[in-house]
Structures are given as C-alpha cells and as structure tokens.
C-alpha cells in the first residue's frame, strides 16, 4: 500500500524540533480536554476501538495531524497521507483499490487528508464510495468551517470534532517537556530565565508548530559556555522572535491593568493613550476577540444615545476580527478604537440599567400591571387582563396614556439622558413622551 515511509537511520536527529516531539500517544498529547479528557466522546470512542470517518476542525498547529496518527497507531490501521496538491482522482482510486484488497485481509487503512478543504468536489467525491462501504477510515483536517468547504454527502458521513488553540499553559507545559525529553533538547544543558517559555507560548498563540520552532531557534542562536551549555538570554528570543517580549500575561494581573488602561484611555477622549494601550496588548499576543468585546461593551456603558453609530462600528471591528485575525485586524481595532475614544460620552444607559437592576432585585415579585398583560383566554379577561390597554399605534400621538411600571414604582425614572450628541434628540422626544402620558400640557 502507498503511504510514508521511514527514515533513514540518523535522519530522526537532523528533523525540526516539532517533528521530533510529536506525540505518540494519547498520554503524550497535549490540549483538546473536551474531546480526549475522562469520560470525553472522542477518548471513549478509541478506547471502544470505535473509529467512524471523521473532521477535525481548527486552527493551525492544534495537533489534527499527530491526532490523526496517534488513532492510526491505537486501531492498527495502515496510514495514508494524502495531499491536496499532489494527488488526483487516479492517485486516491489507486489507494482505495488497495484498501479494499487490505479490507480483506482484516486490515483496516485510515486516509488522513490535511487541508481537505483544498481538494475540489470531484477529489472529495472519490472518497465517498470507499467511506459509504467502510473500505477506509477518512479522517480530514481543515481550518475552514466544514458546513462551507466538504461536499455535504461525504460530510454527513463524517463526525465533526472541533479543536482547539492551545492555551498558554498548554504550550508553556510541551516546551519545558520539549527541554527535558531526549528526542528534544534533555541531552544539553539549556539555561532560560524562567519568564521566557511563556513568553514563547503567548507569542505562539495557540500554535505548537510555532511554539517549538521558536524555542529551536532560540536554542540554537544560544550563547555556548565552555562547559557545552547553552544559554538563551531575553535578548537572544528577542531577536529569534522580531520583537520585544512584553510584559504580558493572558490570565494575570496585567491583563486587566492594559484593558483597563485602554478603556479609561477611551473614556477621557485620549486617543492617542489608546491606540498605544491597544498595541501593548496585541504585540504582546492578545485575543483580538476579546478587545473587541470590550470595545461594544465601552460603546453602550460609555457613549450610548449619543452616537448611535458606536455600537456599530464595535461591532464591525469583531466582525472584522473574526473574518481577518491578526495581524491584519490589528488596523479595524485602531479605527474603532479612535473613534469611540472621540465619540460624544453619555453614561445614561449604563446608569438606567444599574438603577433598575437594583429595584428589580428588590422587587421580584411586584406583579405585572393588567393594563399590559396578555388576555388569550376569556378567564384571563375575567379576571380583567388587558382592560385599560390602549395600542399606542391607534392614537394620533402614537403614545397611551398609560402607566406600563408596577404601581409601586410609578412615576421612576431610569433613563436620564444627557444633553451630549444626538442624546440630545432623545432627550427632548423623552420629556415630550413623558409629558404626554402624565397628561402635563
């Protein structure tokens, strides 16, 4: 059968780190606790030895590759490769046709195909026959939404599972076991100041490929004492890395102190504080995603009514994130964060809510006026549901004069609208309204 074949002897020592530290079990794998943990589907389905064709979707460098082979290496499957650009309709039937010859003979084979996204229809449909027969395990790899880039047949025929980034933790963890493992760098000794693994891991964002790529190059640019160690000094992963390695901790107390300091930046109209607190955080390896949830969140609780375009364009910017990534989202998030920073403030909305939500606990069970409840039972009517209701698009004002509070609270007001921006429109059509219901002249 066609598939990869070994090394030759030696060669194994002259592979890139993160081809040399490859798990080779499940024990090994790092990351994907959802699916792999105790009890999880994916980890019990291996251990029942129970291995449908399958997607793996997620970002770069999670491990979909060295998953597919560990599966290969738990179910004594033949493992096949096959690759988008260097394999057409006569490569994969001449492969399946083999398969099937292995089939019967008791073997099983698993096609693992990277970036199945890439292959067009006709090369997905060739698979089709063979995974609807049980001929081969197909196990695809994409980082595109699957619902989008597979043929619906062979997807239905396929079980999804959604991968992870790796979190910080995870690669800070297979970096130091990749400095202590012999098939990495346990045969030297490495000196590092202890900051700076994480430091890789939050550079690497989420990808192990470029995790362990870092380190190697990191360890090979070290400074060689007479005794043969190696010794990586910041300025030496500086350099491997192009930039500054700033202070920075996704989960630390810093992680607050810059979003803090972006959003107080905002809200005294500074923004040139701003734009440098935002790069602070996105050169240092933030989630684009999470500033832009704050921003919409700074564009309701800061400006509100008197931009009505803030809340917009917050939104944009996460949606520009989440189409572009970083780097190139980095300019959507400095354009709205410029603009909500010169935007006109009014904190009305957030002090509404914040008065509200205190009566609100207090009074739980404060009943429902029947003016404005719905009466679609002649019980309900009975028992005078809905009388007095006035439907406000029957009157020429398009405004009752009725009261929507509980009785116990009317005549509270919540929302106090400043007088900055078009805040200022809703605040005199607020006071004509509030006039009008109150019967005030």
């Not at 006709?122 to 939404?145: C, H, M, R």
Request: net charge negative; with cysteine.
């Amino acid at each position: 059968m066609t598939g990869e074949t070994s090394p030759p002897p030696g060669a194994a020592a002259y592979a890139p780190l993160a081809d040399r530290m490859r798990p080779r079990d499940l024990e090994d794998y790092i990351g994907q606790e959802h699916l792999l943990g105790k009890g999880k589907i994916l980890r019990q389905m291996l251990e029942k030895d129970i291995v449908p064709s399958m997607i793996f979707w997620g970002p770069p460098g999670v491990g979909k590759t060295t998953l597919a082979r560990i599966i290969a290496g738990r179910t004594r499957s033949g493992f096949v490769n096959f690759s988008a650009v260097t394999s057409g309709i006569k490569e994969i039937k001449e492969i399946m046709k083999q398969a099937e010859e292995n089939r019967s003979y008791g073997t099983r084979t698993l096609c693992f195909v990277d970036e199945i996204h890439r292959f067009n229809k006709a090369q997905q449909d060739a698979f089709l026959p063979y995974v609807e027969k049980g001929s081969i395990t197909l196990i695809g790899a994409t980082t595109e939404n699957p619902s989008f880039e597979i043929n619906a047949a062979l997807l239905s025929r396929c079980k999804v599972f959604v991968l992870k980034a790796l979190t910080t933790a995870d690669l800070t963890a297979m970096l130091a076991h990749a400095l202590s493992d012999e098939r990495g760098f346990g045969n030297s000794t490495v000196r590092m100041e202890e900051d700076l693994l994480p430091s890789i891991a939050a550079f690497a964002n989420g990808d192990a490929r470029t995790a362990l790529n870092t380190l190697e190059m990191a360890v090979l640019n070290g400074e060689i004492s007479p005794d043969g160690s190696l010794t990586v000094t910041r300025e030496t992963l500086e350099q491997c890395l192009g930039k500054k390695t700033l202070l920075y901790d996704k989960n630390g107390e810093e992680h607050y102190n810059l979003i803090s300091a972006l959003h107080k930046s905002m809200r005294n109209s500074d923004p040139d504080a701003a734009v440098y607190w935002l790069a602070r955080m996105l050169e240092a390896g933030e989630d684009p995603l999470f500033i832009a949830r704050r921003l919409i969140r700074f564009a309701s609780e800061d400006i509100g009514l008197a931009d009505n375009q803030a809340l917009q364009i917050a939104v944009a910017a996460y949606q520009a994130c989440h189409f572009n990534g970083m780097p190139e989202c980095n300019l959507n998030l400095a354009q709205a964060v410029v603009y909500l920073s010169l935007a006109p403030r009014s904190n009305a909305l957030y002090r509404a809510y914040e008065t509200a939500k205190i009566d609100a606990r207090n009074q739980l069970a404060e009943p429902v006026p029947l003016n404005i409840r719905n009466a679609p039972t002649s019980l309900m009517e009975e028992l005078h549901y809905g009388e007095g209701y006035t439907y406000a698009h029957d009157t020429e004002e398009k405004i009752a004069r009725m009261t929507c509070l509980p009785e116990s609270l009317e005549g509270r007001r919540y929302y106090l609208p400043t007088e900055e921006g078009t805040e200022k429109v809703w605040k005199e059509r607020l006071e004509r309204s509030r006039a009008f219901r109150l019967g005030e002249p």
